[in-house]
Structures are given as C-alpha cells and as structure tokens.
C-alpha cells in the first residue's frame, strides 16, 4: 500500500481541511508547495509530535517511514498563531511543541489533551477561542484588491505576517495546485495550460517542477505519488 492519505473534513471556520495519512512500508513522495499554515500529528515509532508549520514555497522530496500515522489540519489563508509567526516556520522549519509525560501537549503554558482527526476541529475552536489562534479578515480582501484605504506597504506587510509568503508568490502556488486538479481529473496539458494562465505549456512545465516537483505529463499519467 505505501503511503495512504484522505480528507476528513473540508473547508470550516477557520480549518481549510482536516487530513490523516498512515505508512505501512518507507513510501518515498512529493511534499507539495503549500500557502497554507497549519498544525500536524506524527506518531513515529510509538511517539507522538505536534508540529506547527508554515507554507512552503516549493516541492520537497519526503520520505515516510514504515508503521507511521499522521493527521493535521490546513488553515484557511489568514489564519495563524500569533506566538508562531508563519514567516518564521516556512519551508519545513517547523516548531515542535513539548509534550509532557501524560501525552499532553504543552501551549502557552498550559496543558492540551492530544486531539484525534475526528476532534481536531474542536482542538482548533478551543485555540481560537483562547485567542491563540487568529483569523486576519481583511487577507481575503487583501487577495482581491478590495482594500482601498489602506497604504499598500501597510497592506504588505499585514498579508505577510498573517500569511507567511508575499501575495505573487501565494497566487502562484495556488496556480500550480490548481492545474495539477485539472490535470487529475484527466483535462489535457493543453486545456490546463490555457485555463490556469500559463503563457504555454513550458511555462506550465517550469511552474510544476518547481512546486510540485514533476512534470505535467508525470501528474497526468497519475504514476507519481504526491502529498496533499
């Protein structure tokens, strides 16, 4: 089986999607460029780890190792902890929260009970409601131009700390996301390279490779394994 992955959830408050994964032999894959912050559990050899991410600005190799477990969520774009900045924590430089001796995990100095992928979205409600947890709403206006009144250096520098990455690099990740959709639901490279914006399908190709790590007509011929 390799490596096996799902969506539990979808889009909900401030959650893009909740996901598990489980391994049950090494699965070498593509961890795919990603705009989202978010948090994630691994259980490694019988021990748990929290992590708390930021995005990823290009493809990275992974590998997951044998009788492995992880689940996590995706946060909507915008929505972060203050404590872990998402500039800081991009490209895998992830911060490792402490647990304790009890399997609790330790946050603002308190003590957290592990949540499992069917209650992680309480986990998350419960940090936002402590004001751990934070929903910039001006991102989303900020992602279509709709804030008019504020100066644009202003306006950069508040994506950027809700979100991690500046506003071009986030619209082209999201580009590269979005044919890879098209090209899995079996549309030509073609059709993906004209309807995603591309200049042509070079440019397609370059973009792919960078944040997906593959090529076009590896993804459409789905022999490659990718990350979510």
């Not at 992880?70 to 929260?97: E, H, Q």
């Not at 979005?178 to 190709?205: C, F, K």
Request: with cysteine.
């Amino acid at each position: 089986m390799g490596l096996e992955s799902r969506i539990i959830s979808g889009p909900a408050g401030p959650v893009r999607q909740i996901w598990s994964a489980e391994c049950d032999s090494p699965t070498p894959f593509r961890s795919l460029a990603s705009a989202t912050a978010g948090i994630g559990f691994a259980r490694i050899s019988g021990r748990w780890a929290v992590h708390l991410r930021g995005p990823a600005t290009s493809a990275t190799p992974v590998v997951c190792s044998a009788d492995t477990e992880y689940f996590g969520a995706d946060f909507r774009i915008g929505t972060y902890l203050p404590m872990f900045p998402p500039a800081r924590l991009t490209n895998f430089r992830d911060s490792v929260l402490p647990m304790l001796p009890d399997g609790r995990i330790l946050l603002d100095g308190r003590a957290w009970e592990m949540p499992t992928p069917q209650n992680l979205d309480v986990f998350i409600d419960r940090l936002r409601r402590d004001g751990l947890l934070l929903v910039d709403p001006v991102i989303e206006e900020l992602r279509h131009g709709a804030v008019r009144s504020m100066p644009a250096r202003t306006a950069q520098a508040r994506f950027l700390r809700a979100v991690g990455l500046p506003q071009r690099t986030l619209e082209l990740i999201e580009r590269a996301r979005y044919a890879v959709r098209m090209l899995q639901v079996g549309r030509t490279i073609a059709e993906v390279a004209s309807d995603a914006g591309y200049y042509d399908q070079p440019h397609l190709t370059r973009s792919l490779r960078r944040f997906i790590g593959h090529t076009p007509g590896e993804v459409a011929q789905g022999s490659v394994v990718l990350g979510l």
